[in-house]
Structure formats: structure tokens, C-alpha cells
């Protein structure tokens, strides 16, 4: 390969999608340094990576070397798709205020835009496809050029695409997600899951407004830097491969729907938890995961709450 590689895998499922990227990344992906690294540290595994998701609600969506906690992961999904850390973001006019640069709800939900406002990208994107089901033109973005080029902790995932088209009698959400920079082993699984439940999200609301039934596709995430860091090769090696070589697919995943009751239960005390989290500006907070976009609290590309991007 002239260059990084660039990877292509595919899956039925999360999971499998997800090991399935995590295999190919460790055979053939090349060995770079990155500004994370310690002294000791050795190089990481890095390509550019398209891993496609052909049912995103087919199970078991869920991998048992999930980067945290089945609580983590309803954490991490409330933070994307419902905004519950929102008010951890930093205000910019403020040089002292150390929160959060940014979460991926904000920047899709609230895109705020010198002398525009905030603009809920996710509802106008909906909102074209109602309207026009085949147009290429229903995305949204992360990036703010006037901010994150500088930043100290810019966002990972940059963009959403979506587009219906007929199979059959129905209608079919496609989903395209882009990443920057993706943690693949400490944050890439939270953030597919996350993302898929925001895909069932925008597709609940085309319907509402279309007043027509529409059906997830497959998803497809994009990242341009798909890494596993040298620090973490040895526990990768030790843990993910040799579950590979000692455990069945079934051993090693979860079912969503078995689970679910458990995820569910533990939103009353996320949402408490959430709500003492850094609510004087100038409080220092940890940074939105690498995972999920922020899928717990350290920098998103760096890992989830586990760590997420």
C-alpha cells in the first residue's frame, strides 16, 4: 500500500461488524506513533477503515470486550442522543472555563453559528428526507473550521449522511458516519451503538413527519485514522485475541434485548449522576470520550468510559 491502508469489513451485526474491523486492523494495518504516546510507548496500529453493518439491529449487537459496563453504554447513548452532558460544554467567550469542548448531541442538535444561532441539524435532515427521500443532500456536521483547528480536544466524528431508498414495498434508512479519528478498541463498539440508536432515532422522526413506516439499513462507518494504541496492544493481544482463540462468537457477544431491562433501569441514576456533573464554568471536567463520540469522560478519540472514538 502506498500510503496507510485503507480497510474494508463487513458484518451481519454490531459485534460482528466490529470484530471483524478489529481482526483486519491488527493484520494488516501500519505501525504509526501519535501524539498520545508515552516515552515507552510502542507504535500503534492505524488505517483508514470502512466497516459496514449489514442489519445494525440484528443480534447480538453487543461485544463482551465492551470498554465498559452495560451502564457505561446507556451512558454513552443518552450523552449522543439525548444530550444529558450538553451542559458540560465550555463557553467559548470564557478563556477560564476548562469544560468540555464540545459532545457530539450538541453539535449535531444545536450547531451554533456566529450570528445564526443554534441549528438542529439532525431535525432538518429528517425533515429533507420527508420531503425528499432520495436526496443527497440530508447530512449534518460536527466540525466548526473557526474552532476546532485550534482547539485543544476537536471532535472525532465529523459527519452523518443519510438517504431512503425503496426495497420491496419499504423504506429503508442508509447511514453513513464519518470519523476523524476513532479509538477502534476503546471506543469505536460505543460509538457504532450509540450512532445506530441515533439511525433508529432520525428514522422514528421521517416517519412521524412523512406519516409513512421507515426501516433501518445498513450503516456504514467511516474513519480516516482507525487505531489501536500501542499502549493498549498487549491487553489487546492478551484479551480480545485470546477470547478469539478460546470462546465461541456467541461466547464472546450479548444480546441487546437481554440486557435492555438492566440499561434501562439504570437511567433514573445516570440522569442524577449527570445532573452534579461540572455545573460552575470554570470547573476543569474531563473531556468527551473518543468513544462515543464521548462515551465516557476522556477524550473521545482517545477512549470511552470506558473510552468511545
Known amino acids: 500500500m502506498n500510503g496507510i491502508p485503507v480497510l474494508s469489513v463487513e458484518g451481519n451485526s454490531i459485534a460482528q461488524a466490529w470484530e471483524n474491523s478489529l481482526v483486519a486492523?491488527?493484520?494488516?494495518?501500519?505501525?504509526?506513533?501519535?501524539?498520545?504516546?508515552?516515552?515507552?510507548?510502542?507504535?500503534?496500529?492505524?488505517?483508514?477503515?470502512?466497516?459496514?453493518?449489514?442489519?445494525?439491529?440484528?443480534?447480538?449487537?453487543?461485544?463482551m470486550d465492551l470498554p465498559g459496563g452495560f451502564e457505561d453504554l446507556e451512558e454513552y447513548v443518552?450523552?449522543?442522543?439525548?444530550?444529558i452532558k450538553d451542559h458540560l460544554v465550555r463557553d467559548p467567550a470564557d478563556k477560564t472555563d476548562t469544560r468540555w469542548e464540545y459532545t457530539y448531541h450538541q453539535r449535531l442538535f444545536r450547531y451554533d453559528v456566529p450570528t445564526l444561532g443554534p441549528i438542529d441539524q439532525i431535525d432538518r435532515l429528517a425533515s429533507r428526507l420527508a420531503e425528499t427521500p432520495h436526496t443527497?443532500?440530508?447530512?449534518?456536521i460536527t466540525w466548526k473550521v473557526w474552532e476546532d483547528s485550534a482547539c485543544y480536544d476537536p471532535a472525532c466524528l465529523q459527519s452523518i449522511w443519510c438517504r431512503i431508498t425503496p426495497v420491496a414495498d419499504e423504506r429503508v434508512l442508509s447511514m453513513n458516519v464519518r470519523f476523524r479519528?476513532?479509538?477502534?478498541?476503546?471506543?469505536?463498539?460505543?460509538?457504532?451503538?450509540?450512532?445506530?440508536?441515533?439511525?433508529?432515532q432520525i428514522a422514528a422522526r421521517i416517519a412521524e413527519l412523512s406519516g409513512e413506516p421507515v426501516r433501518l439499513g445498513r450503516y456504514c462507518h467511516m474513519a480516516d485514522s482507525y487505531h489501536i494504541y500501542g499502549k493498549d496492544l498487549a491487553e489487546f493481544e492478551a484479551r480480545f485475541l485470546g477470547a478469539l482463540r478460546k470462546r465461541s462468537f456467541a461466547e464472546r457477544t450479548v444480546r441487546y434485548e437481554d440486557v435492555k431491562p438492566l440499561m434501562d433501569q439504570a437511567r433514573p441514576g445516570i440522569l442524577r449522576?449527570?445532573?452534579?456533573?461540572?455545573?460552575?464554568?470554570?470547573?476543569?471536567?474531563?473531556?468527551?470520550?473518543?468513544q462515543g463520540p464521548h462515551a465516557s469522560q476522556t477524550p473521545a478519540d482517545k477512549q470511552p468510559v470506558p473510552p468511545a472514538n
Open 25 to 63: 486492523l491488527y493484520e494488516s494495518g501500519c505501525a504509526l506513533t501519535t501524539e498520545y504516546d508515552g516515552a515507552h510507548d510502542p507504535p500503534s496500529k492505524d488505517a483508514t477503515m470502512i466497516l459496514t453493518v449489514h442489519d445494525p439491529l440484528r443480534e447480538p449487537r453487543i461485544h
Open 78 to 83: 443518552m450523552e449522543v442522543c439525548e444530550g
Open 136 to 140: 443527497r443532500r440530508a447530512q449534518a
Open 181 to 200: 479519528s476513532n479509538d477502534a478498541y476503546k471506543a469505536a463498539l460505543m460509538n457504532i451503538f450509540a450512532l445506530v440508536r441515533l439511525q433508529e
Open 273 to 290: 449522576k449527570v445532573e452534579k456533573m461540572g455545573r460552575e464554568p470554570n470547573r476543569s471536567n474531563p473531556s468527551p470520550t473518543n
